[in-house]
């Protein structure tokens, strides 16, 4: 289950971030488990790089290049190391 995430889920950011970071309560099977950033047209705008962390087995993140002003969706769809799959999605604003 999705604890937390940064930027969080329906937030308006004065500035872009240069990742996302989504926080869960179980260990992450890294094979299983990925994140998308898509743009407003839902286009994938993220560095293609989403990955498990490897010092933190719970957290999945991905990086971002400079983002325009506009709403941005974050898509997850992961796999704990129970067998549980938990997907969803969020979107956040750039001003």
Do not use: C
């Amino acid at each position: 289950m999705l604890q937390r995430a940064e930027p969080g889920a329906d937030s308006r950011l004065r500035r872009p971030p240069e990742e996302v970071k989504l926080y869960f309560t179980e260990r992450l099977e890294p094979a299983y488990s990925r994140v998308r950033v898509l743009d407003g047209g839902g286009a994938q705008v993220d560095r293609h790089d989403g990955h498990v962390d490897r010092a933190n087995p719970a957290l999945l993140r991905a990086t971002l290049p400079p983002l325009a002003p506009g709403t941005y969706t974050v898509r997850w769809r992961v796999l704990s190391i129970d067998a549980d799959v938990t997907e969803g999605s969020f979107t956040f604003r750039i001003e």
